[in-house]
Each structure stands twice: as structure tokens, then as C-alpha cells.
């Protein structure tokens, strides 16, 4: 398995140009989950979708970030317009929600995000 | 509201077993506790979890006191490539999506 796959590995941009971050699941899973981590703030949630269908997104910064997840394979969490506070790395992760068990959460390699 | 404390930094010589503690003194009843590491540059990794009973699978042990209110992540032998940082989780199972993570525990494994 490939496991998560996410696109582009960095990103470097000015403030104000909308950013879009790309995230692949492992195959079969049904949960997504998006993440930021700064070194002041460490690593948060920002959003879960179940099924792809958003259950929490109180992490979301403000309405300049929105994530979308329009099928089972594919989500994007896009920034517009960016400022230079959202530079940071942002990780997809995945798993298996199965009623009663703990399902781990696999994460993918990040997307560095630059905003100058 | 922190629900764990742990120690800033570690060392570990090569070979030798790395133990990493964590508090967890307001643990709830229904609440796990989670263990993932994070290598420099890559994204978060599970390694364990458990309930009140000591666990153990391919990567290391949980030891839960039986108070709950402290554990203790063992990895048998640590290598280098162990190094990284480890983070503590309390959280409850079932709908369990929330991972809170805190600060961690870097751990250097010394040649």
C-alpha cells in the first residue's frame, strides 16, 4: 500500500494567493482527518470527515481555510488568501473507523507551506 | 488543560531499552491512553495503546499502573533510527477522532 499520499510536498507563496493542499487516503479507509503544526502551536486538528462528510471542523482557523472531500480517493484543504501565519506544516492522516474498536491514524508525509 | 505531563527530552544508549513516562493523573474511566512518535520530517506514527492491562506488540510495551494515573513506554532496544519524538495521548475509545497532542518527549538515541 502507498499509504497517504499528499500533494505538493512544499509550497512556497506570496500573502494573498490561494493555496491548495491535496490529500490522498489509503484505499478503504473511511475517515480523513486534516492537521497543522507549527512550532508554537504544535500539532492540531483542523478538520474530520467520516464518510466523506465533515463531522468536526471547530479547528478550522477562520473562514480563509475550507476543506472539501467530494469522494472516498480525494480531499483538499485550500487557503485564500494566505497570509504569512498559516506557513506551516500540514498533514493528511486516515484509518478505518470500526464501532468499538480503536482505529490508529495513518498520516502522510506533509506539505511544508511557505507564505511570504 | 494539559491531561498529560512528560518529560521534555531523553536520552538512550543504543541497544539498550528506552523507557518513557507520562502522567496522567485525571484520566477518566473510559479513557485510552495512546502512544505515536514523530521522526524528524514525517508525519506521526501510532505505536500502542491500551486500557488498564499492560500491552505489547512489534514496536514496544505499555506498562499502565494500576491506578492509571502514569504509564510507561518501553522500547525493548532502541536503535537509532528510534529517535524521535513521543507523544502521550488520553483520550476515549469509540469515536476516538480527537488526538491531542502535546509538547512530547524527544528521545535521542546515542550511538
Known amino acids: 500500500d502507498a499509504g497517504v499520499i499528499q500533494s505538493p510536498r512544499h509550497e512556497v507563496t506570496e500573502m494573498g494567493q490561494e493555496v491548495t493542499l491535496r490529500c490522498k487516503p489509503i484505499s478503504g479507509h473511511n475517515s480523513l482527518f486534516w492537521y497543522r503544526q507549527t512550532m508554537m502551536r504544535g500539532l492540531e486538528l483542523l478538520i474530520y470527515?467520516?464518510?466523506?462528510?465533515?463531522?468536526?471542523d471547530s479547528g478550522m482557523p477562520e473562514d480563509r481555510f475550507s476543506a472539501k472531500m467530494p469522494n472516498a480517493s480525494f480531499s483538499t484543504l485550500k487557503i485564500q488568501p494566505s497570509e504569512p501565519r498559516d506557513s506551516a506544516v500540514y498533514f493528511c492522516a486516515s484509518s478505518l473507523k470500526v464501532q468499538y474498536s480503536y482505529n490508529e491514524q495513518f498520516f502522510g508525509p506533509g506539505t511544508r507551506l511557505t507564505v511570504l | 488543560d494539559a491531561k498529560t505531563t512528560q518529560p521534555t527530552s531523553m536520552d538512550c544508549a543504543e541497544g539498550r531499552a528506552a523507557n518513557l513516562p507520562c502522567n496522567h493523573s485525571?484520566?477518566?474511566?473510559?479513557?485510552?491512553v495512546y502512544w505515536y512518535r514523530q521522526i524528524h520530517s514525517q508525519g506521526p506514527q501510532y505505536i500502542i495503546h491500551g486500557l488498564k492491562n499492560n500491552e505489547t506488540n512489534e514496536m514496544a510495551s505499555l506498562i499502565i499502573t494500576e491506578d492509571r494515573k502514569s504509564s510507561t513506554l518501553i522500547l525493548p532496544h532502541a536503535t537509532l533510527r528510534d529517535t524521535a519524538v513521543y507523544y502521550c495521548?488520553?483520550?476515549?475509545?469509540?469515536?476516538?477522532?480527537?488526538?491531542?497532542f502535546g509538547k512530547g518527549t524527544l528521545l535521542t538515541v546515542n550511538p
Open positions: 495521548i488520553v483520550d476515549r475509545g469509540g469515536s476516538n477522532y480527537k488526538l491531542t
Open positions: 485525571t484520566i477518566s474511566g473510559n479513557e485510552y
Open positions: 470527515f467520516n464518510n466523506n462528510v465533515p463531522i468536526d
